[in-house]
């Protein structure tokens, strides 16, 4: 092969990287013998782990140099989402690549190794993937605090050295007999590593709007929630599908009563589990669990369509997010007072301020879930629950506290609003598909408004993507045909605040 004589700057490179990739998706690979094509395939993978490390590095400079503003993010993990569109899993991946094989630079100004070095010169090899960096990075993590950082170091050289050959799946494998040797008691391990490690993470609702949940206890809270579980749990208790099913605690019961009950239970010791975690927090919820304060963020808020609300059936979302069959929101209402924003015919309430207040009523905050559903900004997914009403102009500038000239913005993507250069410029759109929605673009640039489409994709989706109207949107639609509707009930559930808006 003939050498070809490259850049030095790295935007060429990379813009050279990118033609070269575009070529090569184009080429046929016909014409290549089948010892060339397996040579193709093992060059192609090792410049895509070398990429690794070129990522990790891309993506510390954009973190250390606070670049990531530049494109409205406001933290360097949103960028990844928001601009890069990367998965949560994904974003986790690549922050964790840019701790560890990066050069980072301390507050001094003193440049830093890399927290891995030998796991960063195999990916510079192309040995490693970013799947060998994550497993990597988990072990060396799960190192007990109390060990030597030498002893550490030597951990992670090894590792990295059998990683070369290994699958990433033989990679945890080998790094957990690491952990046995290094910690074969688990006596090592102090409350300040279990403390490091404590969580509990909720991840996105699937496709039938279920939730997965995984968590790493601590030993307190393992023996308090277990404790609650024998009570709460028991056989017969706090099941759902039998309406003479005793309800909270086992310990308050009538033991004949609770036995009949188990009798007629066939629910699976995971079943009852989930259904005593969800009675607890319906009992956490009635006895005020959300506080007693007024402030919205304090209450349980939903937005419906008024037809799925009276039939029933379809999709609401919450104000945290969430999206909820509209049979579950009328049960839950039972237990607690939630604030619904209806799509409806017309509005009684005050939508219009002007200057004579900055805040933005109830109403107002209402009207703004319903339309905006979170944070405005492009590519940003804080839900409305931590939303604030950004005026447009800015107050400062005069801007009236009027439901045209207010939208959702994140703290962050708030404070970023700036008539200077570097800063972004909002308004409500006039015209184009898009028309009453929340604009963004950089202060001054000639640049397209964008809209944000995290929260609500369904507006862009060709076959669903009909506005809201006061019989729902076409996604509600579809949903709510496949969730079996209930028999009629009461279109809206005693003491339940509704404000209702028009569509």
């Given at each position: 092969m003939t050498n070809i004589e490259l850049p030095d700057n790295p935007l060429d490179l990379v813009r050279l990287q990118d033609e070269v990739a575009q070529k090569l998706a184009a080429v046929s690979l016909a014409g290549l013998s089948d010892r060339e094509l397996l040579v193709a395939s093992e060059v192609n993978e090792r410049s895509n782990r070398r990429g690794v490390g070129v990522d990790a590095r891309l993506f510390a400079e954009v973190s250390q140099r606070g670049a990531y503003r530049l494109a409205g993010s406001q933290m360097p993990g949103k960028y990844l989402e928001g601009q890069l569109r990367l998965s949560v899993r994904?974003?986790?991946?690549?922050?964790?690549?840019?701790?560890?094989?990066?050069?980072?630079?301390?507050?001094?100004?003193?440049?830093?190794?890399?927290?891995?070095?030998?796991?960063?010169?195999?990916?510079?090899?192309?040995?490693?993937?970013?799947?060998?960096?994550?497993?990597?990075?988990?072990?060396?993590?799960?190192?007990?605090?109390?060990?030597?950082?030498?002893?550490?170091?030597?951990?992670?050289?090894?590792?990295?050295?059998?990683?070369?050959?290994?699958?990433?799946?033989?990679?945890?494998?080998?790094?957990?007999?690491?952990?046995?040797?290094?910690?074969?008691?688990?006596?090592?391990?102090?409350?300040?590593?279990?403390?490091?490690?404590?969580?509990?993470?909720?991840?996105?609702?699937?496709?039938?709007?279920?939730?997965?949940?995984?968590?790493?206890?601590?030993?307190?809270?393992?023996?308090?929630?277990?404790?609650?579980?024998?009570?709460?749990?028991?056989?017969?208790?706090?099941?759902?599908?039998?309406?003479?099913?005793?309800?909270?605690?086992?310990?308050?019961?009538?033991?004949?009563?609770?036995?009949?009950a188990a009798e007629r239970d066939t629910r699976s010791q995971s079943q009852r589990n989930h259904d005593a975690l969800e009675a607890m927090w319906t009992f956490l919820i009635a006895n005020g669990g959300l506080g007693e304060g007024t402030s919205l963020s304090s209450q349980l808020v939903v937005t419906a369509s008024l037809d799925d609300l009276e039939a029933r059936t379809g999709v609401a979302t919450t104000a945290t997010g969430t999206r909820l069959p509209v049979k579950d929101l009328v049960e839950i209402a039972a237990d607690a007072t939630p604030w619904l924003e209806v799509f409806a015919n017309a509005s009684a309430q005050v939508l219009y301020l002007g200057r004579g207040k900055r805040l933005a009523s109830r109403a107002q905050r209402l009207a703004l879930f319903g339309r905006d559903r979170g944070c405005t900004a492009p590519g940003c997914t804080v839900p409305w629950s931590k939303t604030q009403a950004h005026h447009m102009p800015d107050w400062q500038d005069g801007g009236p506290t009027d439901i045209d000239h207010l939208g959702g913005a994140c703290g962050g993507h708030n404070r970023s609003v700036s008539t200077k250069p570097g800063g972004w410029e909002t308004t409500i759109l006039q015209t184009g598909p898009f028309t009453g929605r929340v604009g963004w673009r950089p202060t001054g640039s000639n640049e397209p408004w964008k809209v944000n489409h995290a929260l609500q994709p369904e507006k862009i989706l060709p076959t669903f993507g009909d506005r809201v109207t006061e019989s729902g949107s076409a996604v509600e639609k579809w949903l709510a045909c496949r969730i079996p509707a209930p028999p009629p009930g009461p279109p809206v559930p005693p003491g339940t605040d509704v404000v209702r808006y028009p569509a």
């Open positions: 994904a974003r986790k991946q690549r922050t964790d690549a840019a701790l560890s094989l990066s050069s980072l630079v301390a507050f001094s100004g003193e440049p830093l190794d890399p927290t891995l070095p030998a796991t960063a010169g195999a990916v510079a090899d192309g040995d490693l993937s970013l799947d060998h960096v994550a497993e990597i990075v988990d072990v060396i993590d799960a190192i007990p605090a109390a060990i030597p950082a030498d002893v550490k170091g030597r951990a992670e050289a090894e590792l990295a050295g059998v990683a070369r050959t290994l699958t990433p799946e033989q990679t945890r494998t080998a790094g957990k007999r690491i952990l046995a040797h290094l910690d074969p008691d688990g006596e090592l391990t102090d409350d300040t590593d279990r403390a490091r490690t404590r969580g509990v993470t909720l991840a996105p609702q699937d496709r039938r709007l279920m939730s997965a949940i995984s968590a790493k206890l601590t030993p307190a809270a393992r023996a308090k929630l277990e404790a609650l579980l024998v009570l709460w749990a028991a056989p017969g208790m706090n099941n759902p599908d039998d309406e003479q099913s005793p309800s909270g605690s086992s310990a308050n019961v009538d033991p004949e009563a609770l036995a009949a």
